[in-house]
């Protein structure tokens, strides 16, 4: 084959694949997984006509009041994305469906501790988070002044989170769990599939996505517990993430579907 008819074939499947994916895009709430409303999406033999308790958990990250309490630090970033999403709603709703239908819950949570402070460099985001203590503990082994701090988790959300059966994973310490023991906690369980939800969508969210694909599970993302920062020259945090999540994730899902699925699985 000529150079110059494999560079017209490679325009050309370049052309019609990136229509279809526009199309795609473009479709509406039925092609992403329901994208703005709760309706009935599921598909035959999907990831999560096959969600049982188990091979199949929740995880979520960072579940934590910087992000999701109105006295947070990130809260402002947050909020419109937190209120259009009904996040924190959508989270209990999960957390309850599981629990209920004993499916393992992880939690991956960010901590920043004193040493941290020592980093010889950061992206624009991490030297932010760190300048604001963002997360931020004593220390390793210090729980005095957690209670309640930015770090503590959502009151919300204690209840579950401490009743004894869910897995707290070690921090991870950027955005993705390559440096926490997440990864190996699901391994030593048998997960195979993952339900991901929480903080924040566009950043530790998406890199726990990225690495759980690579590490070969299937994930099930769920698009309204989750949300994202807007911010004046950077963007809407969350709308990138949804569109990496539709390409990526094997099931993009709102909360009812989501917890229709587990109720079904546990049968």
């Not at 957690?146 to 770090?151: D, H, K, P, V």
């Not at 566009?202 to 599970?217: K, W, Y």
């Amino acid at each position: 084959m000529s150079e110059a008819l494999t560079l017209t074939s490679r325009r050309s499947f370049l052309t019609s694949s990136g229509l279809t994916t526009a199309a795609a895009l473009l479709a509406g709430p039925a092609t992403l997984g329901g994208q703005g409303k709760e309706e009935s999406n599921l598909q035959v033999r999907s990831l999560s006509d096959r969600f049982n308790p188990a091979d199949t958990a929740v995880v979520f990250i960072d579940p934590q009041n910087d992000v999701l309490s109105e006295s947070g630090l990130a809260f402002a970033a947050v909020r419109e994305s937190l209120k259009q999403n009904n996040t924190i709603e959508n989270m209990e709703r999960i957390f309850k469906a599981a629990k209920a239908g004993g499916y393992h819950v992880f939690i991956s949570p960010h901590y920043f501790f004193p040493e941290d402070k020592g980093w010889k460099f950061n992206g624009p985001l991490e030297t932010d988070e760190l300048k604001e203590n963002l997360f931020g503990r004593k220390g390793r082994l210090v729980l005095d002044g957690l209670q309640g701090s930015g770090a503590d988790w959502l009151e919300r959300f204690r209840p579950f989170i401490e009743d004894g059966k869910t897995i707290v994973a070690s921090p991870h310490r950027i955005w993705g769990p390559q440096t926490n023991d997440l990864v190996m906690q699901l391994r030593k369980r048998r997960i195979q599939k993952i339900i991901l939800g929480g903080m924040l969508a566009n950043m530790c969210v998406e890199s726990h996505l990225r690495e759980f694909l690579e590490q070969g599970f299937e994930v099930a993302m769920v698009r309204d517990a989750t949300a994202g920062p807007r911010h004046p020259v950077w963007g809407d945090g969350y709308s990138a993430a949804i569109i990496n999540f539709a390409f990526l994730a094997h099931e993009l899902l709102n909360t009812k579907d989501t917890v229709l699925a587990m109720d079904k699985g546990r049968a």
